[in-house]
């Protein structure tokens, strides 16, 4: 059972999120925030699988509150899911920079909410490679410098195997496909996977795939 914790200002949405979700049976609402401040206080309390997180919300918007709950090493089992009405490239790319594991609409179908937390606390994330490619290359890559040649810094305490995962996590290939890529177990890859983002504080893969492309390993079209 899904241990959630709902974040938003409005009392009907949370209200509604709360029924939707214990309702199918597969998640139980431990808590509610109204603020952003509320929201990092109350996860520090409770410890929930997935925070659903407004981005508008007085006091401490749900971007900051997310940054807070994803930097702090007692939540390292947290997850944050983005429940929002902004859909903006800008909210979003913000998001995933936070420590987001991914965003879903307010207008998205019940189902889709209810399995959106499924998938978050089984440690996907809700934002395929390409989308977040997509987003980057619009709206992170315009204002960022991106670098040649040389390792980037930002990897330069990675291994070369660890390297090579990565780029292949950023072009978008399950654990199998770097299996099979790089000759090694689906096992062994995920244990890759799994290193690279303690390496890099990053909480999923969507995360990996911005390094990749903010360090300049990846550029678009690569």
Same mark, same amino acid.
């Given at each position: 059972?899904?241990r959630v914790?709902i974040a938003?200002d409005q009392?009907?949405?949370?209200?509604?999120v709360?029924?939707?979700?214990?309702g199918?049976?597969?998640?139980?609402?431990?808590?509610e925030?109204v603020d952003?401040?509320?929201?990092v206080?109350?996860a520090?309390?409770?410890h929930?699988?997935v925070v659903?997180m407004? +981005?508008?919300m007085?006091? =401490?918007d749900?971007i900051?509150?997310t940054?807070?709950i994803c930097?702090?090493?007692?939540?390292?089992?947290?997850?944050v899911?983005?429940?929002?009405?902004f859909?903006e490239d800008?909210y979003l790319v913000a998001a995933?920079r936070?420590?987001?594991s991914g965003?879903i609409?307010?207008?998205?179908?019940?189902?889709?909410i209810?399995?959106?937390?499924?998938a978050i606390?089984?440690?996907?994330?809700?934002?395929?490679?390409?989308?977040?490619?997509?987003l980057i290359?619009?709206?992170?890559?315009?204002?960022?410098a991106?670098?040649g040649?040389?390792?980037p810094a930002?990897l330069?305490?990675?291994?070369?195997r660890?390297?090579?995962? =990565?780029?292949?996590?950023?072009r978008?290939s399950?654990n199998?496909? +770097?299996?099979?890529?790089l000759?090694?177990?689906?096992h062994?890859?995920?244990t890759?996977?799994?290193r690279?983002?303690?390496k =890099?504080h990053?909480?999923?893969r969507?995360? =990996?795939? +911005?390094a990749a492309?903010?360090?300049?390993l990846?550029?678009?079209g690569?």
């Amino acid at each position: 059972m899904t241990r959630v914790l709902i974040a938003d200002d409005q009392a009907l949405i949370r209200s509604a999120v709360r029924d939707l979700l214990e309702g199918a049976g597969t998640a139980t609402v431990v808590g509610e925030a109204v603020d952003g401040l509320e929201a990092v206080a109350r996860a520090q309390e409770l410890h929930p699988d997935v925070v659903l997180m407004d +981005i508008r919300m007085p006091r =401490l918007d749900g971007i900051e509150a997310t940054a807070r709950i994803c930097d702090d090493p007692a939540l390292a089992e947290t997850r944050v899911l983005i429940l929002t009405t902004f859909e903006e490239d800008e909210y979003l790319v913000a998001a995933l920079r936070a420590g987001a594991s991914g965003f879903i609409g307010k207008g998205a179908e019940p189902d889709e909410i209810v399995r959106a937390v499924a998938a978050i606390h089984a440690g996907d994330a809700l934002l395929s490679p390409a989308a977040t490619r997509s987003l980057i290359t619009r709206y992170v890559l315009p204002h960022s410098a991106t670098a040649g040649g040389a390792v980037p810094a930002r990897l330069a305490h990675l291994t070369d195997r660890e390297r090579e995962v =990565l780029l292949l996590v950023a072009r978008g290939s399950s654990n199998d496909e +770097i299996a099979s890529e790089l000759f090694i177990s689906p096992h062994t890859a995920k244990t890759h996977v799994k290193r690279i983002m303690m390496k =890099l504080h990053a909480h999923d893969r969507a995360q =990996l795939v +911005i390094a990749a492309y903010e360090s300049g390993l990846l550029i678009p079209g690569a």
